[in-house]
Protein backbone atom coordinates (compact mmCIF):
# COMPACT_ATOMS: atom_id res chain seq x y z
CA UNK A 1 0.00 0.00 0.00
CA UNK A 2 1.40 3.22 -1.20
CA UNK A 3 1.45 6.20 1.77
CA UNK A 4 1.78 10.22 0.36
CA UNK A 5 2.87 12.51 2.58
CA UNK A 6 3.18 15.75 1.53
CA UNK A 7 5.07 19.16 2.92
CA UNK A 8 5.60 22.91 2.50
CA UNK A 9 3.03 24.14 2.96
CA UNK A 10 2.56 27.76 5.31
CA UNK A 11 1.70 30.86 5.67
CA UNK A 12 2.94 33.72 3.48
CA UNK A 13 1.92 37.11 1.86
CA UNK A 14 0.45 37.70 -2.05
CA UNK A 15 2.63 37.44 -4.46
CA UNK A 16 5.17 35.21 -2.65
CA UNK A 17 6.45 31.31 -3.67
CA UNK A 18 5.91 28.18 -1.88
CA UNK A 19 7.64 24.50 -3.02
CA UNK A 20 5.18 21.67 -1.92
CA UNK A 21 6.86 17.87 -1.51
CA UNK A 22 4.91 14.58 -1.68
CA UNK A 23 6.82 11.40 -0.57
CA UNK A 24 5.91 8.22 -1.36
CA UNK A 25 6.63 5.38 0.32
CA UNK A 26 5.22 1.44 0.10
CA UNK A 27 6.00 1.33 -3.40
CA UNK A 28 7.74 2.54 -6.18
CA UNK A 29 5.99 5.80 -8.09
CA UNK A 30 8.12 5.79 -11.65
CA UNK A 31 5.65 4.13 -13.31
CA UNK A 32 2.48 6.17 -12.25
CA UNK A 33 1.05 9.06 -12.83
CA UNK A 34 0.64 11.59 -10.39
CA UNK A 35 -1.02 14.58 -9.42
CA UNK A 36 -1.42 17.75 -6.84
CA UNK A 37 -5.59 18.65 -5.93
CA UNK A 38 -6.68 21.33 -3.57
CA UNK A 39 -9.43 21.98 -1.33
CA UNK A 40 -10.38 25.49 -0.20
CA UNK A 41 -13.10 25.67 2.85
CA UNK A 42 -16.53 25.38 1.44
CA UNK A 43 -15.55 24.25 -1.84
CA UNK A 44 -15.49 20.78 -3.23
CA UNK A 45 -11.78 19.57 -4.10
CA UNK A 46 -10.25 20.44 -7.33
CA UNK A 47 -7.53 19.27 -9.80
CA UNK A 48 -4.71 21.96 -9.83
CA UNK A 49 -1.99 19.65 -12.16
CA UNK A 50 -1.19 16.29 -13.02
CA UNK A 51 2.66 14.79 -14.52
CA UNK A 52 3.20 11.76 -16.45
CA UNK A 53 5.28 8.76 -14.93
CA UNK A 54 8.38 10.55 -16.60
CA UNK A 55 7.79 13.74 -16.07
CA UNK A 56 8.11 14.61 -20.38
CA UNK A 57 4.09 15.68 -20.03
CA UNK A 58 1.79 18.03 -17.14
CA UNK A 59 -1.72 19.32 -17.28
CA UNK A 60 -2.64 22.43 -15.36
CA UNK A 61 -5.97 23.80 -14.21
CA UNK A 62 -6.39 26.92 -16.11
CA UNK A 63 -6.47 29.14 -12.67
CA UNK A 64 -2.93 27.93 -12.19
CA UNK A 65 -1.07 28.10 -15.55
CA UNK A 66 2.25 29.68 -16.03
CA UNK A 67 2.42 30.50 -11.97
CA UNK A 68 2.26 26.72 -10.90
CA UNK A 69 4.96 24.20 -11.84
CA UNK A 70 4.46 20.23 -11.22
CA UNK A 71 8.19 18.15 -11.41
CA UNK A 72 8.69 14.83 -10.39
CA UNK A 73 12.11 13.30 -8.90
CA UNK A 74 11.60 9.58 -9.53
CA UNK A 75 14.64 8.73 -8.13
CA UNK A 76 13.44 10.03 -4.63
CA UNK A 77 10.35 9.14 -4.99
CA UNK A 78 8.95 12.06 -4.51
CA UNK A 79 6.74 15.01 -6.84
CA UNK A 80 6.48 19.25 -6.17
CA UNK A 81 4.28 21.92 -6.81
CA UNK A 82 6.37 25.36 -6.89
CA UNK A 83 3.54 27.86 -6.37
CA UNK A 84 5.00 31.55 -7.68
CA UNK A 85 2.67 34.79 -7.27
CA UNK A 86 0.31 33.25 -4.55
CA UNK A 87 -2.78 35.11 -4.43
CA UNK A 88 -5.23 34.88 -1.69
CA UNK A 89 -7.75 33.11 -3.67
CA UNK A 90 -5.05 30.08 -3.40
CA UNK A 91 -5.77 29.24 0.34
CA UNK A 92 -6.89 25.76 0.47
CA UNK A 93 -5.55 22.77 1.72
CA UNK A 94 -3.19 20.76 -0.66
CA UNK A 95 -3.19 16.84 -1.94
CA UNK A 96 -0.50 15.10 -3.55
CA UNK A 97 -2.75 12.27 -5.44
CA UNK A 98 -1.52 9.05 -7.49
CA UNK A 99 -3.56 8.20 -10.46
CA UNK A 100 -5.27 5.05 -10.85
CA UNK A 101 -4.24 4.85 -14.53
CA UNK A 102 -0.80 4.72 -15.50
CA UNK A 103 -1.01 7.21 -17.98
CA UNK A 104 -1.77 11.07 -17.18
CA UNK A 105 -5.43 12.06 -18.70
CA UNK A 106 -6.93 15.33 -18.45
CA UNK A 107 -10.08 13.26 -15.85
CA UNK A 108 -7.18 12.40 -13.24
CA UNK A 109 -8.89 9.52 -11.61
CA UNK A 110 -7.18 9.42 -7.91
CA UNK A 111 -6.29 6.04 -6.41
CA UNK A 112 -4.85 7.13 -2.99
CA UNK A 113 -4.25 10.58 -1.66
CA UNK A 114 -1.75 11.75 0.79
CA UNK A 115 -3.12 13.83 4.01
CA UNK A 116 -2.60 17.56 2.61
CA UNK A 117 -0.75 20.62 3.47
CA UNK A 118 -2.10 23.67 4.52
CA UNK A 119 -1.58 27.00 2.58
CA UNK A 120 -2.65 30.10 3.37
CA UNK A 121 -1.96 32.96 1.43
CA UNK A 122 -3.13 36.62 3.03
CA UNK A 123 -3.60 39.66 1.31
Known amino acids: QVQLVESGGGLVQAGASLRLSCVASGRTLSNDAMGWFRQAPGKEREFVAG????????LYAESVKGRFTISRDNAKNTIYLQLNSLKPENTAVYYCARSKSPFLRRDFDPAYWGQGTQVTVSS
Open 51 to 58: ISWGGSRT
